[in-house]
């Protein structure tokens, strides 16, 4: 029996970081669009790497940007299940706008939340975040933290004092995509909207609602489209590709 799989795929944020100009998600990383080459990461997935799961890609983005995705999607990808909807004011509220596009589905069909500013995604995360999900609760993409992190007081004046060194091998970094059972994650989305809970990453809603995260491999090159030096080092990872450290040997 085939299982759905839901790629929502939150494409609403501001972007002020970015300055002005173009909206962050179409800025040009290497002669694509930002948002193009997310698109055509989950594509790649929808296309060829499962023959039990039926896809469908939900676009959670502005009213701007909203014609603009329909016509990008309609040119390269008129072959998938793609629905839209307008986002709301925070992440959260984005996400569980997404949520609501999905109907009939069962509780333990699956959905991937990915960023669509982390355009360089590869195939081989999203494919381990889905096996993940035969397997656990709650899945994402991650790599070991590189830098010492240093535990700090902050004064009311200001000041940051050092308190602590912890060791960084008990840390990591959190990415997209992640994954859940379609139950768990509209309960933990019902549950952050009711209480007024806002998150900047899902997996962080699980928690609080006492579900067990897993990690998946995640790649350094795995990077969110924020600043325009991210544009930057986006573009030379795309034209030196295979060189990002992956989550594991």
Known sequence: MNR??????PAAGSGTRMGAGLPKLMRNVEGSPVILRTLRAIADVCRSRYKNLEFMIILVTT?????TLKAMCTEYFSDLDIVYTLGGNTRTESVSLGLNMISDAMDKDLVLVHDGARCLVTSEEITSC????YEHEVCAAAVPVKNTLKEVEISSSGEVKVTGTPDRSRFYEI????????KDIKDCYKKAIDEGITATDDTALAELS???VYLTKGMYSNL??????????????VRTRGDSEPFSD
């Open 210 to 212: 006492g579900l067990d």
């Open 175 to 182: 990415l997209t995509p992640q994954g859940f059972k379609y």
């Open 224 to 237: 969110k489209i924020t600043t325009p030096e991210d544009i930057a080092i986006a573009s030379e990872i």
């Open 4 to 9: 759905n799989c839901y790629f929502i795929i």
């Open 63 to 67: 009213p701007d940007l909203m014609g």
């Open 130 to 133: 889905i096996d993940g999900l």
